[in-house]
């Protein structure tokens, strides 16, 4: 054998064992490397909460400090997503007590709007925006029960950055104004909405400086005057009388009733690791569903993004959100059968209704039994970890803005059903179905990832695809976030419509097409898209080397930094 061929021999053996590295990028999409720190981590969805939350970490504040803060902060950088006229779900890792805590600060609807306001008007489904679709913002009494429980810091200290950068402004990202146009067409002709969000008679352009003034002094009220102030005080008379206003019912006796709940996670055991997610009225459950179902199978094998494993994920995420459809509910109106939808028994006989070769059609619910959002996590020297969730649902939520206040409140109410029998159905004082929902795992009882996935439907498929990544294929924090994503729509809804047909698969663009030809062969119906696959953020914890790994996708503006 010459020496050309030696040589040659030695570069294939070279190149081979380059493209046979573990690491995945390059291949069929792009990542990074994940941040590392010792101290403290912070991973939000824009770069200056993220940079707020480290700061306050670093000043000796908790993690929940930290959440609090760059929460506050993406209220002012992202009302496109999230504000104090929204909701918020949280779950705690508690280094001292070495358990996970659960708070739903989700609101309930106005007591004086009946059911029957519905039928007299001829409404056959809860507006997506107007008074109508308005229920108590729980965000605000989230921060104050968090900072009850975990926090060290005073409310001025972590509320100061986000007032100081009202007044101070900011520049707008190239996404947020993307997305402050879209929502100004639809809400320009609330009042207070131009005055607020289109200074100069246009929403903020990419690299202007925005102001919020107003925000900055009800942040300030907040601060000084406590939770009470929101609800009891001023700033909740000025909800009521706008609302009231504009033909709506929330009233000062809602607000002034409105208490957050802490609630036990509920988990499952998926291939060694614990799986934690908030029960209802959220739709956690739907993950713990789909892992209990897809647990069955050998996913490792067939390779990430390989027809197999898709085509199961998505006939299993058919399946699981009939359940989602039919039971999820606020639990102090409805009997939810958790241990039935969370049994591995369940999910075997489930599993058989799943042809391996062939897309199924709609399903029916399992038991017969009677009838755009930010999310961030933050970590502390102490081992605190927090997986947080924060919403106004519709982007910048209903379009009724407490006049001078700053914010727009949510029109999570649109998520009611107002269908005879309907657990979900609308109620006075109930609590609507969520669809934010903060995830975290553990392994031998210690904490390991808090992470979650933003965009309605999207989220419990984001967070079974990141767990996947995450468990069966291997890949680091990073890289999970950054792999292509597939989302299945064409469900029952529920709001209690009924889908019928196997509805779509809708792929991002790194799915290879082999894998989508495979899928359509299989009789699914597969279109690439451009949007609508949520935005990641995590946090490891590696308990061998005593470090945290932070990760922030490239789909949103996010940012992982720690210290």
């Not at 039928?119 to 029960?145: A, K, Q, Y």
Request: charged share 20%; hydrophobic share 35%.
């Amino acid at each position: 054998m010459n020496r050309s061929i030696i040589g040659l021999f030695i570069y294939l053996l070279f190149f081979q064992n380059v493209l046979c590295q573990d690491r995945i990028t390059g291949a069929l999409f792009s990542t990074r490397s994940e941040v590392i720190a010792q101290n403290g981590m912070a991973a939000t969805s824009h770069p200056l909460a993220t940079q707020v939350a480290v700061d306050i970490l670093k000043s000796g504040g908790s993690a929940v400090d930290a959440a609090i803060a760059a929460n506050a902060m993406l209220g002012l950088v992202e009302p496109t997503g999230c504000g104090i006229g929204g909701d918020l779900f949280a779950i705690v890792w508690d280094s001292k007590t070495r358990r996970l805590y659960g708070l739903n600060a989700s609101g309930r609807s106005p007591q004086s709007l009946s059911l029957q306001y519905f039928t007299d008007h001829n409404i056959s489904r809860i507006p997506s925006h107007g008074p109508l679709s308005v229920s108590v913002p729980g965000c605000v009494d989230g921060w104050f029960e968090l900072h009850k429980k975990f926090g060290k810091k005073s409310m001025h200290e972590l509320l100061e950055p986000a007032i100081r950068y009202c007044r101070e402004g900011f520049p707008v990202t190239e996404l947020i104004a993307y997305y402050m146009a879209r929502n100004a067409r639809i809400l320009k002709d609330y009042p207070g909405f131009t005055d607020t969000y289109m200074p100069g008679g246009q929403p903020p352009q990419k690299g202007e400086i925005f102001r919020n003034p107003a925000l900055a002094a009800t942040l300030e009220i907040i601060a000084s005057a406590g939770r009470d102030a929101f609800y009891k005080g001023q700033i909740a008379k000025i909800i009521a009388e706008t609302v009231e206003s504009q033909g709506g019912f929330l009233s000062l006796e809602d607000l002034s009733n409105h208490v957050s709940e802490w609630v036990e996670p509920l988990s499952v055991n998926y291939r060694g690791y614990d799986i934690w997610e908030l029960p209802p009225n959220g739709q956690g459950v739907a993950v713990l569903q789909m892992l209990n179902i897809l647990e069955g199978y050998d996913l490792a094998s067939p390779g990430y993004n390989n027809a197999d494993y898709l085509h199961l994920f998505v006939e299993a995420k058919k399946l699981v959100f009939e359940d989602r459809a039919q039971y999820y509910a606020d639990p102090d109106f409805s009997s939810i059968p958790l241990n039935r939808l969370l049994s591995k028994e369940y999910a075997a006989e489930r599993r058989q209704l799943i042809d391996r070769d062939r897309a199924g059609t709609a399903h029916d619910a399992g038991i017969n039994i009677p009838p755009s959002t930010i999310y961030l996590t933050t970590a502390d020297h102490e081992g605190n970890m927090v997986s947080l969730i924060q919403s106004n649902y519709r982007g910048m939520g209903s379009g009724v803005m407490p006049k001078g206040l700053g914010f727009v409140l949510q029109d999570r109410g649109e998520l009611f059903s107002i269908k005879s029998g309907h657990a979900n159905i609308y109620a006075p004082g109930k609590r609507p179905f969520h669809t934010i929902i903060p995830g975290f795992i553990t392994k031998d009882g210690s904490p390991w990832v808090s992470f979650g996935v933003m965009g309605g439907d999207m989220q419990p498929q984001g967070h079974v695809q990141i767990i996947v990544n995450l468990i069966d294929f291997g890949m680091n924090l990073q890289e999970a976030g950054d792999a292509a994503r597939v989302r299945h729509e064409g469900s029952s809804e529920p709001t209690g419509e009924k889908k019928q047909g196997s509805g779509t698969v809708l792929a991002e663009s790194g799915i290879p097409y082999e894998t989508v030809r495979d899928l359509l062969r299989r009789g699914h119906r597969v279109s690439y898209n451009l949007d609508g696959f949520g935005g990641y953020q995590a946090i490891m914890w590696d308990e061998k080397n005593k470090v945290y790994y932070g990760a922030s996708e490239s789909r949103k503006d996010g940012q992982a930094s720690g210290y």
